[in-house]
């Protein structure tokens, strides 16, 4: 299945009920997605994309102190097989769960619970615009709370010339919508 969240498809519809939880910001509802509306196999292609800075990466890599060459050296990536600096991976992987967010899990999650099969299968680079999309593996009851799911996606980035940049898949705590 295939969806298009742009524009948000409730937009017409009568509005959820507010969260009472103070993952509440702002006075407003949150547009993320509440536990029952995931199904597997939807794959939502997010509207949002970037163009990466190399202040950015400079930044990224500075706050984390990744003393990396091939991100912060352009003398040092310059002689490297890239022949320029390489945007820092957590940077990448960053944006492209950052970049889900608004259409899958703002103010709908109570946390991430792990991320696997993290890959780079080709490096980023200044100037690059990552758009993202985000597949539902699976959605399953939590055993322990009926407030709340577990929804597994599957995260992939790419850049302007669709070549996949990084995956990720991701299990994260989902709010169930308030009966």
Known sequence: MSVNRHPHPRCCRTPPPRLS?????GGGD????????????????????K????????????????????????????????GKPLV????????M???SVHDT?????????GMTETVFPHPLFHGDTVRVETEVLSVRESKSKP?????????????????LVARCVRQAMMLKRKA
């Open 105 to 113: 899990t703002l103010g709908t999650t109570i946390g991430n619970l």
């Open 21 to 25: 939880s103070p993952l509440q910001r």
């Open 30 to 49: 949150m547009p993320g997605l509440y536990f029952e509306e995931f199904e597997p196999g939807a794959v939502i292609r997010h509207s949002l994309t």
């Open 147 to 163: 407030d709340r799911g577990i929804v597994e996606f599957e995260h992939r980035a790419y850049n302007q010339n669709d070549v």
């Open 97 to 99: 769960i950052g970049i």
């Open 88 to 95: 820092n991976s957590l940077f990448t992987l960053g944006l």
């Open 51 to 82: 163009s990466v800075t190399e202040s950015d990466n400079m930044f990224f890599s500075v706050m984390t102190l990744n003393p990396q060459p091939l991100h912060i050296d352009f003398d040092f990536a310059a002689r490297s097989e890239w």
